[in-house]
């Protein structure tokens, strides 16, 4: 429940200048009140007292200048996601907007205009009798929005650099992969190839449809063996992180012996959490093709530039390097409750799958591009050389795949010579006799 509640929070655009807004709304009122009753001659010092007048002035000034800075880091927000939805990838959108900065400066300049404006509308030389700190409290203001905005621009210089955007896909690709990495080293999960390995005992099946539409962002596997526990059933996810669902599919199968609460299907489908766009919380195989998205833009025929492709090729080859060492190729996992009984069936990708799919895009749209070949080749050696003994005989086979797909008459003979070398280096980790 909680990581649904983080996930709503980090769609949110509106969620921090909103707060940022409403603590500058009660600053205001902090201040007027200090004023309006003459405390301020008693706490603050003479130096940062201002007569009425004066104020206004500068409360004035620092409004209208405060919503121009407003104005425009929105606009180069707007300016930074046309890079990156024409530049990198569409997908990649959300590593922009959900940087906690980027919302943060936006809500400390509305904050700072809140703040101007709230005090310039009690600012009447009727209303106070002794000089007032409200103009202080704004310059303070302005110069900790002044001091923002200088660090917004330096991140946004560096965040629009492709290999920033590429590394912090990557770190949160490997957040993703080390929270499974946890889950799979509990004593209370399992991997298994079939379902039946589960050994559920019970009579009857139940199916529960899913209640909306859209891609699986969070299933809450904690909280559903808890009740599959209480209420002693077992309950089977059908479906994949990263699926998309419709009201005709059927998101689980309960498992029961005769008897289960007249709201399954509701009560079920709050574990699970459903949206527009795919989520890499509980999937890492998005942010995978984030990476993938990016090589494939840098290698086209508009762009054309293979060194970016093979940045992406090394983070990809590291990030699944790791998911190799962590997982096994079972297409379920098995969460057992205290008493070790099977309560939850979750379907995983197979590890050969993910290889796959994050390799064949690039085999294809590269298949002309001898950099790109080497490149690919050394994440298969980085790879394979921490896969296990099963999973060692699948690369061997991505890599005849790779060059099915590659065009190896037209090499020159130099570039013979590096790929034959590349090729027993790989033969030599993986084990496989030429």
């Not at 707060?19 to 004023?35: E, H, N, P, R």
């Not at 003479?46 to 500068?58: G, N, P, R, Y």
């Not at 009579?203 to 529960?208: A, L, M, P, R």
């Not at 591009?369 to 005989?393: C, H, N, P, Q, R």
Request: one cysteine or more; hydrophobic letters at 45%.
């Amino acid at each position: 429940m909680l990581r649904k509640i983080a996930l709503r929070i980090r769609e949110s655009m509106w969620l921090r200048p909103v707060i940022y807004s409403v603590l500058a709304f009660l600053l205001a009122l902090i201040v007027i009140y200090i004023d309006h009753n003459g405390l301020s001659e008693k706490v603050v010092p003479s130096f940062l007292l201002t007569s009425v007048d004066l104020a206004q002035t500068i409360l004035g000034s620092l409004s209208g200048a405060l919503l121009t800075m407003t104005t425009i880091t929105f606009s180069t927000i707007m300016v930074v996601l046309t890079t990156y939805s024409s530049q990198f990838s569409p997908r990649t959108l959300n590593n922009f907007v959900e940087d906690p900065l980027t919302m943060r400066v936006l809500g400390i300049f509305m904050g700072g205009f809140v703040y101007s404006v709230m005090s310039l509308l009690f600012m009447s030389e009727n209303w106070y009798e002794s000089e007032v700190v409200s103009a202080s409290v704004g310059v303070v203001i302005a110069f900790i929005c002044l001091g923002v905005f200088a660090y917004f621009i330096h991140n946004v210089a560096t965040s629009i650099q492709v290999s920033t955007l590429i590394r912090e896909i990557t770190d949160g690709a490997m957040k993703v992969i080390k929270r499974q990495e946890q889950t799979l080293k509990s004593k209370y999960t399992n991997v298994i190839d079939d379902r039946e390995d589960a050994d559920f005992t019970y009579e009857f099946i139940k199916d529960v449809k899913c209640r909306g539409y859209g891609y699986v962002q969070l299933t809450d596997y904690h909280g559903l063996l808890k009740y599959a526990a209480h209420h002693k059933i077992g309950v089977e996810a059908n479906f994949l992180n990263g699926d998309f669902l419709t009201e005709d599919s059927i998101a689980f199968r309960v498992h029961h012996s005769g008897e289960v609460a007249e709201d399954i299907d509701g009560v079920l489908n709050q574990y699970l959490k459903l949206g527009k766009e795919r989520s890499s919380i509980q999937d890492p195989e998005f942010a995978l093709q984030k990476i993938v998205e990016v090589a494939l833009r840098a290698i086209s025929p508009g762009i054309n530039d293979p060194n970016t492709a093979r940045v992406c090729i090394s983070y990809l080859g590291m990030a699944l390097s790791h998911l190799c060492r962590i997982r096994s190729n079972g297409r379920y996992i098995a969460y057992y409750d205290e008493e070790m009984q099977p309560r939850i069936i979750g379907k995983q990708k197979r590890t050969i799958d993910i290889l796959y799919l994050s390799f064949y895009q690039i085999i294809h749209y590269g298949s002309e591009d001898f950099s790109i070949l080497t490149a690919l080749i050394d994440a298969y050696l980085l790879i394979g050389s921490s896969a296990d003994e099963s999973l060692k005989k699948s690369i061997w086979e991505l890599y005849i795949y790779n060059m099915e797909k590659f065009n190896t008459d037209e090499l020159k003979g130099l570039d013979q010579l590096y790929l034959n070398e590349k090729k027993q280096e790989l033969s030599t980790v993986l084990g496989i006799a030429l």
